[in-house]
Every structure is written in C-alpha cells, then in structure tokens.
C-alpha cells in the first residue's frame, strides 16, 4: 500500500512537470493553430542556459531566473518574427515543419555551444526529504509540483478573465474574424509563444535537477509532453495540467509494477502507448473543442 | 475626435458629408484573379447605401477591399484608391482600419463559436480601453437586442440563425462604428427575421449615425431600407440610383424582383429570349 502511494506521488511531481510542459504547446496552439514540436530542445536549452547562468556565470538564483526570462522573450520573439509571421496566410502544414526546422536549430545549437559529457546541475532548491508515515518525498519534487500548479492558476485565470486572455481565446478560433476586430494576431503568437518558451525552460530547470544537463535525455522528456497535450485536448489549458498528471501517474505506475516483468523501459514506452489509445478512442482528448456544426 | 468629412456634391447631386469614397478599384487574388475591374461607389454621412448583384459579382471583395480584410486572402488593390476620412486606406491592415471606425459584419454570421454571447461582444470592443465605457456600450448593445441579453452566457455556437445574426451586429456596434459594412445579413434566415433584421439595420443608422453599407442578394429588403444603391455584375457596377428609382428601374424588376411588365405570361420562349438580350439599359 505504501509503495502504491509512494508511486502515486512520485508520478505526480513529474506529472506536474509535464503538465507544464504541455501548457507551452497547448498556447501556442490556441493562439495560431500550429502544433509546435519542438518541444523537447526547447526544454533542453532551458536546462542549459540556466545551468550555463548559475554556474559558468555564478549568478545568484534570483538573477539567474530573470537571465531565464529575458532569454526566453528574445527567443520568442525572434521566433515569432522570422519564422512564424512569414507563414501567415499559408498552410498551418507549413508552419508545423518549420517548428521541425527549429527543433533540428535549437539541438544543434546546443550541441555546438556544450558539446561534451553530462554536467550535474546545480542544487537550487533545499534538498532534504519529507517523512510522512513510510513514505519519502524529496522537497525538491514537492516545490516543484508546487510551482506547476501555481503556474496553471495563473494561466487558467489569465484566459478566463482577462481582455488579453479572451483576445487570444478568439485569434484562435477564428483569425480572420479577430483581425476584423482590431486584434494583432502577430501580438498575440508573440505572446503565446513567450509563455510557452518560459514555461519549457521552467520544465528544463526541473527536470535538470532529476536528470542532470544531457541534451538526449531532456528532450526525450520533453517530448512526453505530447501525450499529456492529446488526452487533455488541444485547446485545453486545464487539460494540459490533468493530461500531464495524469501521464505522470501512469508512468510512475508503469514503472513502480511492470518494469520488473519487462525489464526496464517501461517509463518511455508508457505515455506512447497512451497517447495512440487516446487517438483511437477520443482524438479530441477529455476537455478539447469537438467542432460545433449547426444545419 | 475624427475631422469632419469633407462637404462636396455627393451622388445626390446635394452638398453634403462624403464618408468613403471607392474611386476605380481594380482587385486581383493570388496576383493571378481579377475580381473586381474598376469599382466606383460612395457613401454619404449617415446614409444606408445598398450593393446589390448575383453571386461571384464581387460585392464581399468590395466590403473586404475598404475593410482590409484582403490582406487575409492573398488579395490586394492594385488599381484606383478608397478614401476615408481624408485618408487613403487601400491595402491598409484591417486592425488599422477597424480602429478607424470602420466595422465589417462578415458573410455568413461568423462569430466565435465556442465564445458565449458576451464574450463575442466583448471581443467586438477589444480596441476600447476603458472598461466603464465598455460595460456602458454592452448595456446598449443589450438594450438593441434583448434577447442576446437572456442568451449571454449561452455557448454562441449553438444559437438561432437570427440570434447568431444579432449577435454578429451586436458585436460590431460595440466598436462605435461610424460606418458598418454588411455582407448579406438576410442570407439563411426566415421570412419574419429577415424583416426583423431589416428593421433593426435602420434603428441603427437612424439612432447610432452609423452609415451603413449593405450588401444584399434579397433586393427588395436592401431597396426598402437603403437610399442609394448600386447593381454589381461580373467585378463591375452596372447601375446606380436612388433606390426608389431602382425599384421602379424595369431592369431590376425584371431580374431580381420576378416581376415582368404586368399580366405578361412568362414561358420558357421568353426567356431564353431575354437571357441573350440581357443588356443594362439606363
């Protein structure tokens, strides 16, 4: 029993990082419609642009996440203008690849600035363990699924009570219709795309102190958060965070009861499995938009 | 505070209020469709000027030529210019012009369906912000169409067709327009609403001094709510006049109203006759 819950709340705490994770391309395909699967890299830099900050600079935490943050807008926004706005207009097929493109840039990129062995990452939060009862929970995890639920409040709020919020609920539903009432759709992918990438690096700072700075094995991660995205429906901001939990529960259970019949693996086979059975029975995910036709 | 539209001789022959001006237009898609070859027309301060014509005759690319919307579909003015305000706004972006005053009800009733009523007109103001103001201007809007305001939280995807389409003229008034482009707000609807939607365009322009531009396939609605109208075939305005004149016009009743010279039997001899003969005449 205990080692059930132990599970539960492991799964949890990297639930709530993929849920996060998930976040970032669920906005930025409600603000435009494009699936963005660079994803993973994107994590990646994040784990090692805030490693490169805190200890080839030796910044302190709070400098560094502003160092994080601006580095973050930049890309975006650099993004945002030479890659996505020469597409507007054209095949939402053709915007896709490009987010291919630039998931090939960013890898190789990184390779080219840290080529080398896996660097430790520093420790940032308090380490330490929590007791209660059998079970063990590092407060590193806990923090962590902390900050990911404060993140969601935040956004979940942001798009149903704000203008701004309500804006990009409509560019993207219909862009067309939104820029006939005055809405700049190019402010609004901006915007989507800042938050997401902030969101990414967020996710690689904390998956960097489970995994270490290893490009391979944090964009491997990254990636889980496909998964997350399709059961909780595309347009889902809510389900971006109860997908990306829910993935993480299933991993953990995965990896707590089959690895043993199997033999190992079972953490990265597992949200794969899940995400072609959610194709198959309910495509539109648990929270997404089914199309509303009226005759 | 906009200037004040120049006074000149307007199609009336009067001195009055130009409001926008589309002088000779020639619009082509993709560089390669021409739609429209040459378009002139006119709307005066405070009038409901109609467009009449046939499917494919151009009139949704005239609206989305003066609204900017051409931009979204590859189209672009390559000839002639479209004055508003003393300013020259072809090719213009349509979040530019939209913040000018000018606000395009699109073809179809296209709203945001998964949007409830409220927030569909809420968006309609997004260029507003001051939001006493905006609360003021909903509670107009409300006032206009009750029903939209039982229907507010209701999911907008799922209304009535003569809801939807309130709707969609409910969020463009919340932009204070001064000047509403329509695009066949009749189309799909019932016999009744249609009437209805005709009356309440007229509400609006008398009581909002908005000017109206309407495009319309259903003529005898468009001619009894407009004073100016104008005939489109083929990219091109064909007739123009007072729309009183054009009802009478045997033209116009003949091809849009389905009244041939009275007690005249049609059979299919006869029209197959004035199908080849089917020439504008004054």
Same mark, same amino acid.
């Given at each position: 029993?205990?080692?059930?819950?132990?599970?539960?709340?492991?799964?949890?705490?990297?639930?709530?990082?993929?849920?996060?994770?998930?976040?970032?391309?669920?906005?930025?395909?409600?603000?435009?419609?494009?699936?963005?699967?660079?994803?993973?890299?994107?994590?990646?830099?994040?784990?090692?642009?805030?490693?490169?900050?805190?200890?080839?600079?030796? !910044?302190?935490?709070?400098?560094? @996440?502003?160092?994080?943050?601006? $580095? +973050? %807008?930049?890309? *975006?926004? =650099? #993004?945002?203008?030479?890659?996505?706005?020469?597409?507007?207009?054209?095949?939402?097929?053709?915007?896709?690849?490009?987010?291919?493109?630039?998931?090939?840039?960013?890898?190789?990129?990184?390779?080219?600035?840290?080529?080398?062995?896996?660097?430790?990452?520093?420790?940032?939060?308090?380490?330490?363990?929590?007791?209660?009862?059998?079970?063990?929970?590092?407060?590193?995890?806990?923090?962590?699924?902390?900050?990911?639920?404060?993140?969601?409040?935040?956004?979940?709020?942001?798009?149903?009570?704000?203008?701004?919020?309500?804006?990009?609920?409509?560019?993207?539903?219909?862009?067309? !219709?939104?820029?006939?009432?005055? @809405?700049?759709?190019?402010?609004? $992918? +901006? %915007?989507?795309? *800042?938050? =997401? #990438?902030?969101?990414?690096?967020?996710?690689?700072?904390?998956?960097?102190?489970?995994?270490?700075?290893?490009?391979?094995?944090?964009?491997?991660?990254?990636?889980?958060?496909?998964?997350?995205?399709?059961?909780?429906?595309?347009?889902?901001?809510?389900?971006?965070?109860?997908?990306?939990?829910?993935?993480?529960?299933?991993?953990?259970?995965?990896?707590?009861?089959?690895?043993?019949?199997?033999?190992?693996?079972?953490?990265?086979?597992?949200?794969?499995?899940?995400?072609?059975?959610?194709?198959?029975?309910?495509?539109?995910?648990?929270?997404?938009?089914?199309?509303?036709?009226?005759? | 505070?906009?200037?004040?539209?120049?006074?000149?001789?307007?199609?009336?022959?009067?001195?009055?209020?130009?409001?926008?001006?589309?002088?000779?237009?020639?619009?082509?898609?993709?560089?390669?469709?021409?739609?429209?070859?040459?378009?002139?027309?006119?709307?005066?301060?405070?009038?409901?000027?109609?467009?009449?014509?046939?499917?494919?005759?151009?009139?949704?690319?005239?609206?989305?030529?003066?609204?900017?919307?051409?931009?979204?579909?590859?189209?672009?003015?390559?000839?002639?210019?479209?004055?508003?305000?003393?300013?020259?706004?072809?090719?213009?972006?349509?979040?530019?012009?939209?913040?000018?005053?000018?606000?395009?009800?699109?073809?179809?009733?296209?709203?945001?369906?998964?949007?409830?009523?409220?927030?569909?007109?809420?968006?309609?103001?997004?260029?507003?912000?001051?939001?006493?103001?905006?609360?003021?201007?909903?509670?107009?809007?409300?006032?206009?169409?009750?029903?939209?305001?039982?229907?507010?939280?209701?999911?907008?995807?799922?209304?009535?067709?003569?809801?939807?389409?309130?709707?969609?003229?409910?969020?463009?008034?919340?932009?204070?327009?001064?000047?509403?482009?329509?695009?066949?707000?009749?189309?799909?609807?019932?016999?009744?609403?249609?009437?209805?939607?005709?009356?309440?365009?007229?509400?609006?322009?008398?009581?909002?001094?908005?000017?109206?531009?309407?495009?319309?396939?259903?003529?005898?609605?468009?001619?009894?709510?407009?004073?100016?109208?104008?005939?489109?075939?083929?990219?091109?305005?064909?007739?123009?006049?007072?729309?009183?004149?054009?009802?009478?016009?045997?033209?116009?009743?003949?091809?849009?109203?389905?009244?041939?010279?009275?007690?005249?039997?049609?059979?299919?001899?006869?029209?197959?006759?004035?199908?080849?003969?089917?020439?504008?005449?004054?």
């Amino acid at each position: 029993m205990d080692y059930l819950i132990q599970l539960l709340m492991s799964g949890l705490m990297i639930g709530g990082i993929y849920a996060l994770i998930a976040l970032g391309i669920v906005l930025i395909y409600k603000a435009s419609s494009i699936f963005n699967l660079a994803v993973g890299p994107l994590v990646a830099l994040g784990t090692f642009i805030s490693w490169w900050l805190l200890v080839a600079l030796e !910044l302190p935490l709070p400098l560094a @996440i502003v160092g994080l943050i601006i $580095v +973050a %807008i930049i890309c *975006s926004l =650099a #993004i945002e203008r030479y890659l996505m706005r020469p597409l507007i207009g054209q095949p939402i097929l053709s915007a896709v690849m490009i987010t291919i493109a630039l998931m090939v840039m960013v890898s190789g990129f990184i390779t080219l600035l840290w080529p080398g062995v896996t660097r430790k990452f520093p420790e940032i939060l308090p380490s330490g363990v929590i007791h209660l009862g059998n079970i063990v929970i590092p407060t590193e995890s806990l923090i962590g699924l902390a900050v990911c639920l404060l993140g969601f409040g935040i956004f979940i709020a942001f798009f149903q009570w704000t203008k701004m919020g309500l804006a990009m609920r409509a560019t993207a539903e219909d862009q067309q !219709l939104a820029q006939s009432g005055g @809405i700049k759709v190019t402010t609004m $992918v +901006a %915007i989507a795309w *800042s938050v =997401a #990438i902030i969101t990414s690096f967020i996710g690689g700072i904390l998956l960097g102190g489970l995994h270490g700075v290893n490009l391979g094995a944090i964009s491997a991660l990254g990636f889980k958060a496909f998964p997350a995205v399709m059961i909780g429906g595309m347009e889902s901001v809510a389900g971006a965070l109860i997908g990306g939990l829910l993935i993480g529960l299933l991993e953990s259970l995965g990896i707590g009861y089959l690895d043993t019949l199997v033999g190992g693996g079972m953490a990265d086979v597992i949200p794969f499995i899940i995400l072609l059975l959610i194709l198959i029975v309910k495509p539109y995910g648990m929270f997404g938009f089914e199309r509303i036709e009226r005759v | 505070m906009m200037g004040l539209p120049l006074k000149r001789e307007t199609q009336r022959g009067e001195i009055g209020c130009i409001m926008l001006k589309v002088n000779n237009i020639e619009v082509i898609y993709s560089n390669v469709i021409l739609v429209l070859r040459g378009v002139s027309l006119e709307v005066d301060d405070g009038q409901i000027v109609c467009i009449l014509g046939a499917n494919g005759a151009g009139k949704s690319t005239t609206l989305k030529a003066i609204s900017g919307l051409l931009k979204t579909e590859l189209g672009e003015v390559t000839h002639g210019n479209i004055e508003y305000d003393g300013k020259q706004i072809q090719n213009g972006s349509p979040q530019d012009i939209a913040g000018m005053g000018i606000s395009q009800v699109l073809e179809g009733r296209r709203l945001y369906p998964h949007l409830t009523t409220q927030e569909n007109l809420l968006v309609g103001a997004y260029l507003n912000n001051n939001r006493a103001d905006v609360k003021k201007r909903l509670d107009h809007v409300y006032s206009y169409f009750p029903r939209l305001k039982d229907l507010r939280q209701s999911v907008s995807g799922y209304l009535s067709g003569g809801e939807q389409q309130m709707l969609v003229m409910g969020r463009s008034l919340m932009a204070r327009p001064k000047i509403m482009l329509l695009d066949e707000p009749s189309l799909g609807l019932a016999p009744l609403m249609v009437k209805e939607i005709g009356e309440i365009v007229k509400t609006i322009n008398e009581e909002e001094k908005v000017s109206i531009l309407l495009v319309e396939q259903n003529a005898k609605v468009a001619l009894s709510i407009a004073e100016h109208g104008y005939v489109m075939e083929n990219g091109r305005v064909v007739l123009d006049g007072p729309a009183d004149k054009l009802k009478d016009n045997e033209d116009i009743r003949e091809f849009y109203l389905g009244l041939g010279s009275v007690g005249q039997k049609k059979n299919y001899r006869n029209i197959k006759h004035y199908k080849r003969r089917k020439r504008w005449l004054g």
